[in-house]
């Protein structure tokens, strides 16, 4: 199929400004699908320009979208050539000068070569100080460590280079989430090294081989990977402990301590197996009787609620009438999006992808029709009043459910405060496990 040409990035005012008005009307919607959005290393100036962006993809559209409004600079995307095909989403990929590529398994019998007007024009696009963002392991994935990056992403730069491109550069943005697939969950952008073209020692091939191998290693750097998904879920479990006990429990800080807890699981591979199914045999223990009382860790971690939480709970409490009333009145279009999501979703990084789409539809045709409603039966100061109610009382809401997960454990926590020596000390038992084979590694 031929792939659609994008929009160019210097067609004009005007079409910076439905750019700028797109990227802040999708941050606001990104910022409510998750309930914290964490970025943190070497975050990119404004004014940043001719930088290609590599990121890890897991999470379908939604990566493009948490990257593209999280950066301060304009960056634009480069997608699949089937997106452009998907009815209204042409036109918000062109307004934000996305590059659609013609994938191999999207059209097998497409020639040899096919991309190759497309590379120049995105080389063309780096050499005149555009941003590009790509994902260089080609497909959205649900496996619990990074895919080989493919070159294409290198050769991309490295034609840049050759087109007379300078000053080029090339980041990793690293994605982690805590719950990838679910509403109200959390993301953190880890933004790696910055990396210079003219400074690597290499041209043609070797160039192209010198900028894969650097996107790969700076991505596995940043992100907790496993071997495999019990691995994974292992040294999350680790850090998430070691993360509780010093009171930081921001997804940048289980990122880190995860980093060094894999580390420690690559040293003991194959060298001291037997502490590795031990520590892991005391941790499955402590997790499951944690979810048998409904527990979380943090809860046995820390001692007393924060001056923030308690201040969190004072808001909570005098918006509570209207958390409530949003509830009531969105309580069917809410389960809809999470409903489509289960009926059409083929694999999970696409879960997060259809909710939002969905919610993107059902949500605001729900809004306009309450106030319709509103309008109709209601003198215009009473209308007036109700559509406030009907834009506002939906975030109230949020805050609300935000922490109802939190209240209801609080509440389990104090009915069984006096049936908690077991989990209390299966938590010490992983705990001094954990800190031997730290003290063994010198971590």
Not at 221 to 228: D, I, K, R
């Amino acid at each position: 199929m031929a792939a659609p040409a994008p929009t160019s990035p210097h067609a004009g005012p005007r079409a910076g400004l439905v750019r700028e008005a797109l990227r802040l009307t999708f941050r606001r919607i990104i910022r409510v699908y998750f309930r914290a959005i964490e970025s943190t290393g070497n975050v990119p100036a404004e004014d940043t320009r001719g930088r290609l962006f590599v990121s890890n993809h897991v999470n379908a559209l939604v990566d493009p979208i948490l990257v593209l409004t999280s950066a301060p600079c304009a960056i634009s995307p480069i997608g699949k050539s089937t997106l452009w095909n998907i009815p209204g989403l042409r036109w918000l990929l062109d307004a934000v000068d996305a590059v659609p590529i013609v994938r191999k398994r999207d059209d097998p019998g497409k020639p040899a070569g096919s991309n190759e007007e497309v590379f120049d024009r995105i080389a063309d696009s780096l050499a005149g100080g555009q941003n590009i963002l790509i994902f260089p392991e080609g497909v959205s994935h649900n496996e619990p460590r990074l895919l080989e990056p493919k070159t294409g992403a290198a050769r991309m730069l490295a034609r840049a280079a050759a087109r007379g491109g300078r000053g080029l550069t090339f980041q990793a943005v690293a994605l982690e989430f805590d719950e990838r697939d679910v509403f109200r969950s959390r993301c953190l952008l880890l933004y790696g090294p910055v990396h210079r073209v003219d400074e690597l020692a290499s041209r043609g091939d070797a160039l192209v081989t010198a900028i894969t191998e650097r996107v790969r290693d700076d991505l596995s750097e940043l992100l907790v990977e496993g071997a495999t998904w019990p691995e994974r879920l292992l040294i999350a479990r680790v850090a998430e402990m070691l993360a509780s006990d010093t009171g930081d429990r921001s997804l940048a800080r289980w990122n880190s301590i995860g980093r060094q807890v894999e580390a420690a699981q690559r040293a003991l591979r194959g060298v001291d197996e037997a502490t590795v199914v031990e520590v892991a045999a005391s941790i499955d223990r402590y997790y499951a009787l944690l979810a048998r009382e409904g527990l979380v860790d943090a809860q046995l971690a820390e001692a007393s609620p924060s001056s923030g939480q308690a201040a969190r709970a004072l808001g909570l409490l005098l918006v509570l009438p209207l958390s409530l009333l949003g509830i009531a009145l969105y309580a069917l279009p809410y389960p809809l999006p999470r409903l489509v999501a289960r009926r059409s979703a083929t694999s999970g990084d696409e879960v997060s992808t259809l909710k939002l789409g969905a919610g993107l539809l059902v949500h605001p045709l729900w809004a306009a029709a309450l106030i319709t409603a509103a309008c109709l039966t209601l003198p215009w100061p009473f209308a007036l009043a109700a559509a406030l109610l009907v834009l506002t009382s939906p975030f109230a809401a949020l805050a609300l459910l935000d922490v109802s997960p939190e209240i209801r454990r609080s509440f389990r926590l104090f009915a069984r405060r006096g049936a908690l020596d077991d989990l209390r000390a299966a938590r010490r038992e992983a705990l001094d496990h954990i800190h031997a084979v730290r003290a063994r590694l010198g971590m």
